[in-house]
Structure formats: structure tokens, C-alpha cells
């Protein structure tokens, strides 16, 4: 079993009052594509934050091959972040600029490359992602599923080792979902890239994934292997991957008391979502 | 209160950073001609394309300074220094004052919904993913353009007021425009007209940080965006009348 290359470490988070994590374990093996998926507001998105340290958590560790996020500073923070590229949900384009000014600047501002070479890099990860021919728009003037592709350009001029993708086929048709996908696959194969991806595309995650794990509750309530997840009994992923209304999973957008609102009354709530008054 | 100190202590931490960033966004190779080109282009956006309105602002300003005091003055048979006045009030006080005004609703509104646009739209966040400083790229050309094009602005309003002022005596007062640019310059000193620019650069600086701070800190979509536009505006023109007073305490105490 090689190192881990980011280790989770009992990682507690609260946004107020709303508990997000509590005790969250995870390792991420270099060269491995794990699938994150959870219910809306499980916080899968909240982790790729953490994992750039955008985001605070309140207690445990994030390890970056053995180094502790907390204690990088700012230029090993910087070196950590130009070693990842990130697709955002909405592919996050400067709108302010074209698309060829989105890809080059990551390039431009971290190397000594000029022009030329930059421009050159620019319409070859635009031809990768196939949209050499709109180089020179705006991103209002591309479609979603383009801003995304566009994002993913832009994430890999600086030649990430490591790819995190936070719903990549989100709001997309499912022509422009196999396109993304096939693109991470590449990405795999070819560059050998770390991959992080959060969704709940199940279709999509199945085809992607070598290892799933199911973030429920503020911890992960299974990781797995494929295999693993299309074949257990677990009730949860059961649910989850099945997509039955029924059962143990309960999104935390719908735990909020409704009932109690209604009725005046508190109402606790117990593990796997059961509910008592 | 907690949330009133922490709202003042963000903001200080934001111009401290802004401080730390000028330095290595302008000299140092990484990302240096964006920085310059930033820079270029904030100080059109927020300057340049203002100079009409201030100009034209100024104008009636100095022009309404002159048909106010001119009646007073006559009671006592002397309308020329109404020049005078018109030059005091307008290089310790009104130029900054008012272009400052005119800044704050024409860039500083417009940088705090941009700003806030990118928070809304992940673009601030891509920026950090990317290691690229916001402060350093987005704040240091703005403040720094704010700075500069608020001192040029002043000057320009300046002489637009004083040019309101002859118009307005010359047809409405009789006051020639020799006797008044004579009087002008004979009561205006060097220190009335530098204060005013002191004023100005420090106006241009708080204009600018007060609206990238109000920027980054949307939160909630598209009303956010708008609430935090309309609270930059506000706090801008608050700002401004308090270190106003500040100032013109100190410049009193110290006799300049």
C-alpha cells in the first residue's frame, strides 16, 4: 500500500451552529480517483474547500504527504495550491476576461514563460478540452458546459499532479456529461493525475471512480471500491445509490424540525436519520 | 458591538495587507505588467471616465459659491473678494470633498458590485486555488488607482469651480475675470492647494478600500451583492466626512 498522499485526520467543523464534520477520517492515494458523493449540504463541496485551505476547520488534521495544512505558511500554502488544479461547480471563469486570457493567467503570473510559449500552451489545453475555436470569448458567451470544459483547461495549465473536481457534470446534458467524464479518464490515464471528484451523478461516478466514498452525517459512512458499493447490503448506500425515498439516508437539508415548527414540539434526532418526539 | 469591532478590524487588516502587497505588485517579477496593466485599467475605469462629471459638478459648484456669497459681500460694497472665497472654499474643501462624492458613487459602487460579482460567481476562491493573491491582484491596482486618479480629479475640480466661479461673476456679478483671477491667486497659498490634495489621496484611498472590503464580503447571491453596493456608498460617504472633520482639525490645530 503506497503513502497516502492527504490524510484526514478526525476533522471536526461547524458552520454556527450546524455540525458539518465530526471525527471525519479519510487518505487519498496518490494516482487514485476517489468519488466523493453525498446528499445535498452533507458538505462534500465544504471538504475541497478544507483540502485547499480555504477553509478552517475547527479541530483534527489535514495532512499533505505527512505536512500538517495548519502548519504551512503562506509561500508552502501557495506551492500547495499551484500543485492542484481545481474545476469549480460553475467552472469559476473570470468573466472580466477571454478565454485565453483566463488560461494564461495562472501561467503568467507563476512563471517567467513569455508570451508565445504561453499563448501556444493556451490553445493546446483549449484543443484538449475542445474549445480552440472560442478562444477569444467571454465566458458569458459560452454555454455551461463549456465554462466547465473551459475551467478544466484553465486548472491544468500549470500541470496539476493532483485534480479536484467539485461536481464536474452538475446542470449538464448528458452528451456534454460524457464529455467531461471522458476527459477526466483521459486526464488519468495520461498525466497520471491524483484525482478528488465530488458528485452525486451516479452514473458518472461509477464510470470514474476507483475508490467511492459516501459522506453522510459529518463522516464518511462507507468507502469503498466500486465494486463494493454496487454489490453491499449497507442500507444507506443501498438507498443512496438506489435512489429510494425510503429508508435510513435523510438529506440535512430536509433534518431541519418542520414537524416541530408546526407542532411547537422538539424533535431529536437519532443516527441514520430516524426520527422520534 | 463584537460584530461592529470585528467589521473595523477586518477592514484594518484588509488596508495593512493592501500596504504589505504594493510593494511586491509593482517591483517584483511575478505578475509584474499585470499589476501595471491593472493598474492602467482601474485608473481609467475609476478616473478618467469620471473627469466630466466632476468637471461638470465643480463647475455649478464654484458658479453657486459666487452668486451666494457676491450679495453678502456687496451689503458691504466689495464684491471681488467673493473670488476669494470661492478659491478657499474650493482648494481646502469642496474639490476634495465633492469629487470624492462623485467617485465614490460612480467607482466605488461599481467596484464593490464587480468584486462582489466574483465572490458570488467562485471567482475569488478560483483566484486563491490558483495561488494568486486577491489583495495583490484585485485590491493593490484599485487603491492605488483610487489614490492617484482621486488627487487628479481634485485638481481638475479645482479649476472647474474656479472657472464656475469667473463664469458666474463675469455675467451675473460684473466682477472681471482679470480682478477675480487676481484675487484668487493673491489669497491662495501653497498649503491650501497641497492639504487639498492631501485630502484628496487619503479620500481616493478610502474610497477604493471601503468598496473592494465591501466586495469581498458578499455573501448571498445577487442581493448581497446589491445590499453591499448600496452599504459601500453609505460607509463611503460617512468615511469621508469624518476624516473630513479629522483632517481639517488637524490642519486647524496646526495652523496650515
Redesign the interface.
Known sequence: MPEPLIQLRGINKHFGDRMIYRDLQLDIFPGETLVIMGGSGSGKSTLLRVLMGHIKIDSGQVLIRGRSLDDMDRRELDSWRKSVGVLFQTGALFNSMTLRENLALPVREHTDLDDQTIDLMVQIYLQLVGLREHIDKLPAELSGGMKKRGGLARALMMQPRILFYDEPTAGLDPISTAQIDELIMNLKDKMGTTSVVVTHDMQSAFKLADRLALLFDGKFAAVGSVEYFRTTADPLVRQFIDGRLDGPFVNPSDQCSYKAELLGRKIQEVPHGKKTT | MHAAIEFFGDFFYLLLDTLRAIGPALSS???RH?AWRNLWIQMNRIGVESIPIVALVMFCIGAILAMQIAPELAQFGIVPPTADVVALATFREMGPLVSAVVMTGFGGAAIAA?IG??VV???I????????DPIR?LVVPRVLAGLLMMVCLTVVGDLAAMFGGLVASALLLHLGSMQYTHHALAILKVGDFVTGLIKAGVFGVLITAIACFMGLKVRGGAEGVGLNTSKTVVFTIVALILVDLIFTSVFFYLGV
Open positions: 517579477g511575478r505578475g499585470l464587480e460579482t466574483m460567481g467562485e471567482e476562491e478560483a483566484m486563491e486555488a490558483l495561488a494568486i491582484f
